[in-house]
Protein backbone atom coordinates (compact mmCIF):
# COMPACT_ATOMS: atom_id res chain seq x y z
CA UNK A 1 0.00 0.00 0.00
CA UNK A 2 1.45 3.98 -1.01
CA UNK A 3 0.20 6.17 1.49
CA UNK A 4 -1.46 9.57 -0.19
CA UNK A 5 1.39 11.70 2.30
CA UNK A 6 5.04 10.84 3.45
CA UNK A 7 5.34 7.60 1.79
CA UNK A 8 7.47 6.47 -1.08
CA UNK A 9 6.20 5.83 -4.87
CA UNK A 10 8.05 2.81 -6.62
CA UNK A 11 10.14 4.79 -8.46
CA UNK A 12 11.26 6.46 -5.38
CA UNK A 13 9.60 9.55 -5.13
CA UNK A 14 7.78 10.88 -1.87
CA UNK A 15 4.08 11.03 -1.89
CA UNK A 16 2.78 14.81 -0.94
CA UNK A 17 -1.38 13.78 -1.51
CA UNK A 18 -3.13 17.18 -1.69
CA UNK A 19 0.24 19.46 -1.13
CA UNK A 20 1.11 18.43 -4.88
CA UNK A 21 1.15 20.66 -7.93
CA UNK A 22 -0.13 17.80 -9.62
CA UNK A 23 -0.99 14.06 -10.13
CA UNK A 24 -1.18 10.93 -12.12
CA UNK A 25 -3.74 8.63 -11.90
CA UNK A 26 -5.26 5.31 -13.20
CA UNK A 27 -9.03 6.31 -13.69
CA UNK A 28 -9.94 3.28 -11.57
CA UNK A 29 -8.94 5.29 -8.91
CA UNK A 30 -10.39 9.23 -10.06
CA UNK A 31 -13.50 10.22 -8.49
CA UNK A 32 -16.36 12.01 -10.07
CA UNK A 33 -17.59 14.94 -8.34
CA UNK A 34 -20.87 16.06 -9.87
CA UNK A 35 -21.31 19.74 -11.67
CA UNK A 36 -23.32 21.33 -8.40
CA UNK A 37 -21.31 20.50 -5.46
CA UNK A 38 -17.87 22.94 -5.53
CA UNK A 39 -14.80 21.88 -5.18
CA UNK A 40 -13.59 23.15 -2.29
CA UNK A 41 -16.33 22.74 0.05
CA UNK A 42 -16.63 18.84 -1.35
CA UNK A 43 -12.88 17.90 -0.76
CA UNK A 44 -12.81 17.01 2.44
CA UNK A 45 -15.76 14.39 1.99
CA UNK A 46 -13.27 12.23 0.20
CA UNK A 47 -11.77 11.87 3.48
CA UNK A 48 -14.11 12.50 6.93
CA UNK A 49 -17.86 12.12 4.33
CA UNK A 50 -16.93 8.39 3.34
CA UNK A 51 -15.64 7.83 7.20
CA UNK A 52 -18.48 8.45 8.84
CA UNK A 53 -20.91 7.86 5.44
CA UNK A 54 -19.30 4.31 5.43
CA UNK A 55 -20.46 3.07 9.05
CA UNK A 56 -23.86 4.88 8.66
CA UNK A 57 -24.60 2.45 5.14
CA UNK A 58 -22.08 -0.68 6.62
CA UNK A 59 -23.83 -0.89 10.34
CA UNK A 60 -27.51 -0.63 9.01
CA UNK A 61 -28.14 2.78 10.73
CA UNK A 62 -29.33 4.44 7.74
CA UNK A 63 -33.02 3.60 7.94
CA UNK A 64 -35.35 6.78 8.60
CA UNK A 65 -36.83 6.69 11.62
CA UNK A 66 -33.80 5.76 13.50
CA UNK A 67 -32.38 7.38 16.13
CA UNK A 68 -27.96 7.42 16.06
CA UNK A 69 -25.80 9.86 18.28
CA UNK A 70 -22.92 11.48 17.17
CA UNK A 71 -20.34 12.23 19.45
CA UNK A 72 -18.03 15.31 18.61
CA UNK A 73 -19.05 18.32 16.63
CA UNK A 74 -15.92 18.71 14.72
CA UNK A 75 -14.59 17.78 11.22
CA UNK A 76 -16.21 14.48 11.21
CA UNK A 77 -19.10 15.04 13.31
CA UNK A 78 -20.72 17.70 11.35
CA UNK A 79 -20.83 15.69 7.95
CA UNK A 80 -21.96 12.93 10.24
CA UNK A 81 -24.86 14.77 11.28
CA UNK A 82 -25.51 15.98 7.55
CA UNK A 83 -25.50 12.46 5.92
CA UNK A 84 -27.41 11.38 9.16
CA UNK A 85 -30.15 13.93 8.54
CA UNK A 86 -30.85 13.13 4.92
CA UNK A 87 -31.05 9.38 5.43
CA UNK A 88 -33.94 10.27 7.44
CA UNK A 89 -32.17 9.77 10.44
CA UNK A 90 -32.90 11.01 14.36
CA UNK A 91 -29.53 12.83 15.23
CA UNK A 92 -28.62 13.79 18.43
CA UNK A 93 -25.51 15.78 18.70
CA UNK A 94 -22.84 14.79 22.33
CA UNK A 95 -20.36 16.87 23.01
CA UNK A 96 -18.27 18.11 25.89
CA UNK A 97 -19.24 21.87 25.08
CA UNK A 98 -22.16 23.34 25.94
CA UNK A 99 -21.37 25.70 23.63
CA UNK A 100 -21.81 23.75 20.84
CA UNK A 101 -25.83 23.46 21.21
CA UNK A 102 -26.74 26.24 19.15
CA UNK A 103 -24.68 24.78 16.14
CA UNK A 104 -25.48 21.67 15.99
CA UNK A 105 -29.42 22.42 16.24
CA UNK A 106 -29.67 25.05 14.55
CA UNK A 107 -27.02 25.37 11.78
CA UNK A 108 -26.87 21.48 11.53
CA UNK A 109 -30.52 20.53 11.67
CA UNK A 110 -30.04 18.15 14.40
CA UNK A 111 -32.70 16.68 16.84
CA UNK A 112 -31.07 17.19 20.18
CA UNK A 113 -28.01 17.96 21.93
CA UNK A 114 -26.41 15.89 25.09
CA UNK A 115 -23.73 17.28 27.07
CA UNK A 116 -21.79 14.31 27.88
CA UNK A 117 -21.01 15.88 31.26
CA UNK A 118 -24.04 16.25 32.22
CA UNK A 119 -24.94 12.92 34.01
CA UNK A 120 -29.08 14.06 34.39
CA UNK A 121 -28.95 14.46 30.25
CA UNK A 122 -26.95 11.56 29.82
CA UNK A 123 -29.39 9.29 32.17
CA UNK A 124 -31.92 10.42 30.67
CA UNK A 125 -30.86 9.30 27.24
CA UNK A 126 -30.01 5.83 28.11
CA UNK A 127 -30.91 3.42 26.17
CA UNK A 128 -32.81 5.19 23.24
CA UNK A 129 -30.24 5.02 20.57
CA UNK A 130 -29.87 2.33 17.33
CA UNK A 131 -26.29 3.53 17.16
CA UNK A 132 -23.86 5.75 18.30
CA UNK A 133 -20.93 6.99 15.51
CA UNK A 134 -18.06 8.19 17.95
CA UNK A 135 -15.70 10.43 16.08
CA UNK A 136 -13.79 11.82 18.68
CA UNK A 137 -9.93 11.70 18.49
CA UNK A 138 -9.20 11.95 22.27
CA UNK A 139 -9.31 9.76 24.79
CA UNK A 140 -12.26 9.21 26.50
CA UNK A 141 -14.90 6.96 28.62
CA UNK A 142 -17.18 4.72 26.31
CA UNK A 143 -19.51 3.00 29.17
CA UNK A 144 -21.69 6.30 28.75
CA UNK A 145 -21.96 6.19 25.09
CA UNK A 146 -22.98 2.28 25.32
CA UNK A 147 -24.93 3.24 27.93
CA UNK A 148 -27.09 4.94 25.23
CA UNK A 149 -27.57 2.04 23.05
CA UNK A 150 -30.72 0.47 22.53
CA UNK A 151 -30.58 -3.71 23.16
CA UNK A 152 -28.65 -4.92 20.06
CA UNK A 153 -27.08 -1.15 19.28
CA UNK A 154 -23.73 -0.55 17.63
CA UNK A 155 -21.07 1.83 19.29
CA UNK A 156 -18.81 2.42 15.77
CA UNK A 157 -15.37 4.43 16.59
CA UNK A 158 -13.80 6.57 13.75
CA UNK A 159 -11.73 8.83 15.54
CA UNK A 160 -8.77 6.38 16.98
CA UNK A 161 -7.48 7.78 19.90
CA UNK A 162 -3.46 7.25 20.11
CA UNK A 163 -4.34 5.28 23.37
CA UNK A 164 -6.21 2.18 23.73
CA UNK A 165 -9.78 3.18 25.46
CA UNK A 166 -11.19 0.78 28.48
CA UNK A 167 -14.28 -1.27 27.20
CA UNK A 168 -16.71 -2.74 30.34
CA UNK A 169 -17.46 -6.23 28.42
CA UNK A 170 -20.67 -6.24 31.16
CA UNK A 171 -22.98 -3.96 29.13
CA UNK A 172 -22.08 -5.54 26.27
CA UNK A 173 -23.20 -8.93 27.02
CA UNK A 174 -26.21 -7.67 28.64
CA UNK A 175 -27.33 -5.90 25.72
CA UNK A 176 -26.17 -8.12 22.80
CA UNK A 177 -24.23 -4.65 22.04
CA UNK A 178 -21.60 -4.21 19.36
CA UNK A 179 -18.52 -1.88 19.46
CA UNK A 180 -17.20 -1.72 16.23
CA UNK A 181 -14.37 0.52 14.06
CA UNK A 182 -14.38 2.29 10.72
CA UNK A 183 -12.24 3.67 8.31
CA UNK A 184 -12.60 5.18 5.00
CA UNK A 185 -13.96 3.96 2.02
CA UNK A 186 -13.44 1.43 -1.37
CA UNK A 187 -13.94 3.54 -4.76
CA UNK A 188 -17.27 2.25 -5.30
CA UNK A 189 -18.48 3.39 -2.21
CA UNK A 190 -16.58 6.68 -1.93
CA UNK A 191 -17.98 7.76 -5.60
CA UNK A 192 -21.99 6.64 -4.08
CA UNK A 193 -21.09 8.55 -1.10
CA UNK A 194 -20.34 11.70 -3.59
CA UNK A 195 -23.55 11.48 -5.75
CA UNK A 196 -25.62 11.33 -2.02
CA UNK A 197 -23.86 14.56 -1.09
CA UNK A 198 -24.68 16.09 -5.01
CA UNK A 199 -27.92 15.33 -4.60
CA UNK A 200 -28.67 16.24 -0.72
CA UNK A 201 -26.42 19.14 -1.32
CA UNK A 202 -24.28 18.18 1.10
CA UNK A 203 -20.78 20.25 1.66
CA UNK A 204 -18.11 20.81 4.39
CA UNK A 205 -18.08 23.36 6.67
CA UNK A 206 -14.84 25.26 5.44
CA UNK A 207 -12.31 27.88 5.38
CA UNK A 208 -10.41 27.83 2.52
CA UNK A 209 -6.46 29.15 3.10
CA UNK A 210 -3.18 29.87 0.15
CA UNK A 211 -0.40 27.86 0.99
CA UNK A 212 1.74 30.14 2.74
CA UNK A 213 -1.08 30.32 5.53
CA UNK A 214 -0.55 26.50 6.80
CA UNK A 215 1.96 26.84 9.27
CA UNK A 216 -0.69 29.21 10.72
CA UNK A 217 -3.68 26.67 10.08
CA UNK A 218 -1.97 23.97 11.76
CA UNK A 219 -1.41 26.13 14.98
CA UNK A 220 -4.82 27.06 14.56
CA UNK A 221 -5.93 23.26 14.61
CA UNK A 222 -3.85 22.70 17.35
CA UNK A 223 -6.47 24.57 19.32
CA UNK A 224 -9.39 23.39 17.32
CA UNK A 225 -10.14 27.21 16.06
CA UNK A 226 -11.79 25.83 12.72
CA UNK A 227 -15.07 25.29 11.45
CA UNK A 228 -15.09 22.99 10.37
CA UNK A 229 -11.95 22.16 7.94
CA UNK A 230 -9.22 24.13 6.24
CA UNK A 231 -9.14 23.62 2.52
CA UNK A 232 -5.74 25.09 0.69
CA UNK A 233 -6.31 26.58 -2.65
CA UNK A 234 -3.10 25.14 -4.39
CA UNK A 235 -4.04 26.37 -7.44
CA UNK A 236 -4.71 30.35 -7.17
CA UNK A 237 -1.57 30.32 -4.29
CA UNK A 238 0.93 28.59 -7.31
CA UNK A 239 -0.45 31.78 -9.64
CA UNK A 240 0.64 34.36 -7.33
Known sequence: ???????????????????????????????????NLPLDAAAPLLCAGITVYSPLRFFNLDKPGMH??????????HVAVKFAKAMGVKVTV??????????ALEHLGADSFLVSRDQDEMQAAVGTMDGVIDTVSAIHPI??????????GKL?????????????????????????GSTIGGMKET?????????????????????DYVNTAMERLSKTDVRYRFVIDIGNTMKI
Open 68 to 77: VGVVGLGGLG
Open 191 to 211: QEMIDFAAKNNITADIEVISM
Open 94 to 103: ISTSPKKKQE
Open 1 to 35: MILTYSTKYHDGTTTYGGYSDSMVTDEHFVIRIPD
Open 156 to 180: VLVGAPEKPLELPVFPLIMGRKIVG
Open 143 to 152: LPLISLLKTQ
